[in-house]
């Protein structure tokens, strides 16, 4: 089930994203356009792509202490770009082997009409013991491109997910080194007129997704300030998430959070930053996702530091 629409913001492009996340059906893949807004100050771009973990049916992995290998496909149809290739297991980022390195973030560019499978190989490293884990993966968009004026984000640095992956782990590897940061949350409850507005056909939309965004009323909407705590509320789908703080497309920091059910989950961070870094956060499900419903990656705005 493919859920990017109901995911993804607004960016002032116009993208063509194909998934190759699909059913044991006739269809090989399935295609999906989305139509984003254009200002006057912008010329309009076009981006066309797929990407997903090849022969992938919705089927369990299961992981018993093995290598873990597949291939991952990437097709640029449209515009010439440069994605950044990254995978989580539970909202951890995973060093992976590709084409002889290690890395956590697999960077290429691409040319138009240019296809490339990456011979994958990673062993999955978790926080905590677990049966049931989410396998995520995404690109990023331009990731090496360092935003210095609001106007040149628009698509850049904007993350694509596929769909959750069920990883059954039979045998758990523990990352030591991976550090938590603690957050105190303070729980408000949502407006009934916002849920009201989020609810069509009987059904809170709130119940099927998760957001987070910056919880202020300033009107300047795109900028940090270095030295100033930066709100956060994150709301939606009751349950367990994992927070991943990005700084220059890189993870700085990572939080654990529980939303409740029609409540704004309210933290403050204070984010070491300095002029000109790009920021953004992505909210990550921790409890297993069925393969058919299941929750997107989402990120917040994506914010330049004055």
């Known amino acids: 089930m493919n859920r990017m629409e109901e995911s993804m913001k607004k960016i ?46 919705f089927e369990q992995w299961n992981y018993n202490g093995e290598t873990l290998s597949f291939d991952y496909n990437i097709n640029n149809i449209g515009k010439e770009c440069e994605f950044g290739l990254m995978f989580l297991i539970d909202g951890i980022p995973q060093e992976y082997e590709v084409d002889g390195e290690m890395t956590s973030m697999y960077i290429l560019d691409m ?9 994958i190989k990673m062993n999955p490293k978790i926080d905590t013991e677990k049966d049931k884990c989410n396998f995520n993966a995404f690109l990023i968009l331009n990731p090496s491109l360092h935003i210095e004026d609001i106007k040149q984000y628009g698509h850049n640095h904007s993350i694509s997910s ?69 709100q956060l509320k994150i709301y939606g789908k009751k349950g367990n998430y994992r927070i991943l703080e990005f700084k220059n497309n890189q993870i700085s920091n990572m939080y654990n959070i529980t939303v409740k059910k029609d409540q704004y989950s309210n933290i403050t961070l204070n984010p070491v930053m300095k002029k000109n870094d790009n920021i953004y956060f992505l909210v990550v499900p921790l409890d297993a996702q069925d393969p058919y419903d299941y929750i997107m990656i989402n990120q917040s705005e994506r914010w330049i530091v004055k």
């Open 12 to 57: 002032l492009i116009f993208i063509s994203v194909f998934f190759l996340l699909v059913g044991c059906n006739s269809k090989d893949n399935t295609k999906e356009k989305i139509n984003f807004e254009k200002t006057e100050s912008q010329e309009e771009e076009h981006y066309e792509y797929e990407h997903g973990v090849a022969n992938y049916h």
């Open 111 to 119: 040319e138009t009409n240019k296809n490339k499978t990456l011979s």
């Open 162 to 230: 596929v769909g959750t992956i069920l990883l059954e782990m039979n045998k758990t590897s523990i990352n030591k080194n991976i550090k938590l940061e603690n957050t105190e949350v303070h729980y408000q409850d949502i407006p009934k007129q916002v849920i009201k507005d989020n609810t069509k056909d009987g059904m809170n939309m709130l119940d099927s997704n998760i957001y987070i965004a910056k919880n202020s009323s300033e009107d300047n909407q795109n900028y940090l300030y270095i030295n100033e705590p930066l």
